[in-house]
């Protein structure tokens, strides 16, 4: 998908962008701020609710452990996306990319891989409290390795959400805030598609980013429904995130 409109001196183009941003998140202390705050939180998380301090079976505190540990993706995929162009344009670098000869594509895909390179990296640093839980029970490794690519299709789907609000803003908080009302409203279809009637009612609730598709990630049941509903929202969202670049590039 990544592929489509672009040849290989493209993609070598997107990923030079992607490995640049990459290294940005840890050229200043906020990458280091966002990735110690997404352990720091998802290990209170894991103590406080999956953990508890009442008995569970091991499968239960993994499938709790999951469930919070997807507002974190959430949260943390808003944040790496709000950055990510509106913060060009705030210091008026981005009219350095707009004469650079790549197009939107691929700078908006070349962006978004490196929020998600950083992504995954804040996710396999959190694997050791899953592992915990093989201390004093049994769980399943796909199961593990089943909720890990929900958790990282669903900060994804946050990241490309954000990436379109950032593209919109003028500075990084109003791509903060857009982005994040943007995901709020995704979230909250669930609820619409229960006081809605049908065809809008299915269709609000297939169309919700959490409750119906993430359900069997944190299960440890792996659903292909689920993994092109994730994929077909990061698709639609980036190339929205690219007509809005080049919109802009226009006007300019």
């Known amino acids: 998908m990544i592929a489509t409109g672009m040849n290989r001196t493209g993609m070598s183009a997107v990923w030079l962008l992607a490995r640049r941003e990459l290294q940005g998140y840890f050229a200043t202390l906020s990458g280091y701020l966002i990735l110690a705050a997404h352990l720091l939180v998802s290990g209170l998380f894991f103590n406080v609710f999956a ?3 009442r008995p569970k079976f091991s499968q239960g505190v993994l499938e709790d452990y999951f469930y919070y540990a997807s507002g ?3 949260v943390t995929g808003l944040v790496l996306a709000m950055r990510l162009i509106a913060e060009e344009r705030q210091i008026h670098t981005l009219v350095v ?4 000869p790549v197009t939107g ?4 895909w070349g962006k978004f891989l490196s929020a998600v390179g950083f992504l995954v990296l804040t996710l396999l640093l959190s694997v050791y409290m899953p592992a915990l839980i093989f201390l004093h029970g049994k769980i399943s490794l796909l199961h593990i390795g089943t909720g890990y690519l929900g958790l990282l299709l669903l900060g994804a789907a946050c990241i490309a959400v954000g990436l379109l609000a950032s593209s ?3 500075n990084q908080l109003m791509a903060g805030v857009t982005g994040g009302l943007m995901v709020v409203l995704l979230l909250i279809a669930w609820m619409v598609s229960r006081v809605t009637e049908a065809p ?3 269709l609000f609730g297939y169309l919700a980013l959490h409750n119906e598709h993430f359900r069997s990630f944190s299960s440890g049941s792996l659903n292909l429904r689920d993994v092109v509903f994730y994929l077909s929202v990061i698709v639609f969202f ?3 995130a690219v007509h809005s670049l080049e919109a802009w590039r226009w006007r300019e």
Do not use: D, K, P
Request: hydrophobic share 55%; proline share 0%; net charge positive.
């Open 200 to 202: 809008l009612g299915s």
């Open 72 to 74: 974190m993706a959430i």
């Open 105 to 108: 594509r691929q700078i908006v």
């Open 51 to 53: 953990v508890g301090n």
């Open 97 to 100: 990319l707009r004469t650079a």
């Open 168 to 170: 919109w803003a003028s």
């Open 238 to 240: 980036l190339e929205a």
